[in-house]
Nanobody, 122 residues
């Protein structure tokens, strides 16, 4: 059974950066699309980014384009979300997800982690 553990969240000021990591265990990520979604208090879940199994195709939400980058290291069974120029509206719990498919389909995932809190505030 695939398990995912996120890390890297925290409290930062607007304009600062964070890098989230998601480590997978129990199964290889080599053949899976991976991604991130977030949920802010009182708001619906929002897909943030998704990356195909071979990193050839990337989805990014319009709200984070130009600021966030998704990447993966299959040798480490890990993927990342680099978040630059963070804004207060980026605040929320960030979850990593894995899809049982080579490619992304919207932000549908088969497995997800427990989440890591990101708070952007001055």
């Amino acid at each position: 059974q695939l398990q995912l553990v996120e890390s890297g969240g925290g409290l930062v000021q607007p304009g600062e950066s964070l890098r989230l990591s998601c480590v997978a265990s129990g199964s290889t990520l080599d053949y899976s699309a991976v991604g991130w979604y977030r949920q802010a208090p009182g708001k619906e879940r929002e897909g943030v980014s998704c990356l195909s199994y071979d990193s050839s195709a990337t989805n990014l939400a319009d709200s984070v384009k130009g600021r966030f980058t998704i990447s993966r290291d299959n040798a480490k069974n890990t993927f990342y979300l680099q978040m630059n120029n963070l804004k207060p509206e980026d605040t929320g719990v960030y979850y990593c997800g894995v899809r049982n498919n080579y490619f992304c389909h919207w932000y549908e995932f088969s497995y997800w982690g427990q989440g890591t809190q990101v708070t952007v505030s001055s």
